[in-house]
């Protein structure tokens, strides 16, 4: 997402119990941008309808830190920065986030390949996809419940998930990769590993000694 994040801001434990409920805890997973070499890692705390994201953009050019929290019955994102001391919380409308200009898989039919793998730690069957402009590689499981519509907002931009919630696919995304139509993968986005556990309410809000700007 690096520079992929930047465009969009502007334009589990494995129980029979967790199984049953919305997840609570934290999620970590990267992205790559196999065009740029540009690498994102998030950190991602859920909690019901709220999200934080922990956000570390890494660019040839430079690393960049900040938060995006995502809240419930909120209609706009905020981006947490701190540069020298100057700490803002930038609230951005939901209704004015555009999409990422990654490739189309409209018209893709997804295809079970009836294969398994395990990917950071989860059992996961590969479904593939290719559409009008890009095909797609999926690897999605079934060990822990956190249905697509879940996901918070940033995840769910890009084409290649927008398919998935499109056709109803089950499973959770461990790991997606997005290519164009000769096969040049473009995007790889990776659940590297996830951590049940309470969460306090205090993540989720702009700390009092933020300045909001819109």
């Known amino acids: 997402m690096h520079r992929f994040i930047l465009v969009i801001l502007t334009g589990f434990f494995f129980s029979q119990t967790l199984l049953a409920q919305s997840f609570e805890g934290v999620i970590t997973i990267s992205v790559k941008s196999e065009l740029t070499g540009d690498n994102t890692n998030i950190n991602w705390y859920k ?37 020298g001391g100057e700490k803002t919380a930038y609230k951005v409308p939901l209704s004015k986030m555009t999409t990422p200009k990654d490739l189309s898989l409209g018209g893709g039919i997804p295809l079970e390949t009836k294969k398994e793998e395990i990917v950071s730690g989860f059992t996961c069957r590969i479904v593939e996809a290719e559409g009008a402009s890009a095909q797609a590689k999926y690897w999605l499981s079934n060990d822990f419940k956190l249905p697509l519509a879940d996901f918070a907002p ?38 590297k590993s996830l951590k049940a556990e309470k969460l306090n309410d205090a993540l989720f809000g702009v700390p009092s000694d933020y300045t909001v700007k819109n």
Do not use: C, W
Request: charge should be positive.
């Open 47 to 83: 909690k019901g309808a709220n999200h934080r994201l922990e956000v570390t953009s890494i660019t040839k050019e430079m690393t960049t830190n900040f938060v995006l929290l995502y809240l419930a019955n909120d209609p706009n994102m905020y981006m947490l920065t701190d540069v």
């Open 154 to 191: 940033l995840f769910q931009t890009p084409n290649y998930f927008k398919f998935l919630l499109r056709k109803g696919i089950q499973g959770v995304p461990i790991k997606i990769e997005s290519s164009d139509l000769d096969g040049q993968v473009q995007y790889r986005q990776t659940l």
